[in-house]
């Protein structure tokens, strides 16, 4: 009943965010289309890390290391906008009631994880490990597409040059940097030694 609830939350999670960046646009008189943005990093790591499962045992322990890392360490990242006197209200208030839903989620994906893990053998879970490892990276990565396409849209010329100026700089690869929900998951589980935290 609860992975159920938490599917059907997951679904609320995307329309509320949807309504307030509807909303956000409408109030700026901006006509951009959702679809005018690219997919994030996390949905492009993802694909490239399905289409390279082969089977579909690893498929699956792929899906779940992404699922697994997308709802223990979401909240690090909720935490981290919610509380940005630059994110408009309406923003805040939608990211602080997903916050509230994922913090309930961190603990069934956890348990869901402990489960499955709890059957797998040495191979499975190095496969499970390396999915989460690259999860983990591509979700705390710092995010420069959406970027880079607003800025093309409004025209302002030196917009790539900004980007790259600011991707290469140093101290701006990470964006959530709080590991500590998913550090005690995989001492649990076993595997801390496979995943890299820095």
Known sequence: V??????????????????ASSATRRGRGWALPAKALPDVLTVHTRAQALDAAEGPRKIALTQLAFMTVAEVSITAYLDLISDDPGVQSINRATIRLHARDEYCHASIAGELAESVCSTLDDEELRI????????????????????RSILAMEGIGS??????????????????QDFSGLRTLFDRLGVPDRIDFT
């Not at 040059?161 to 959530?176: A, C, P, Q, W």
């Open 2 to 19: 609860a992975v159920n609830q938490a599917m059907v939350d997951e679904q609320y999670h995307t329309l509320m965010h949807f309504n």
């Open 159 to 176: 917009g790539d040059k900004m980007i790259d100026n600011l991707e290469h700089s140093t101290g701006s690869e990470l964006l959530v």
């Open 128 to 147: 499970f490990a390396d999915s989460a490892c690259t999860a983990m990276r591509s979700f705390a990565s710092n995010d420069y597409g959406a970027w």
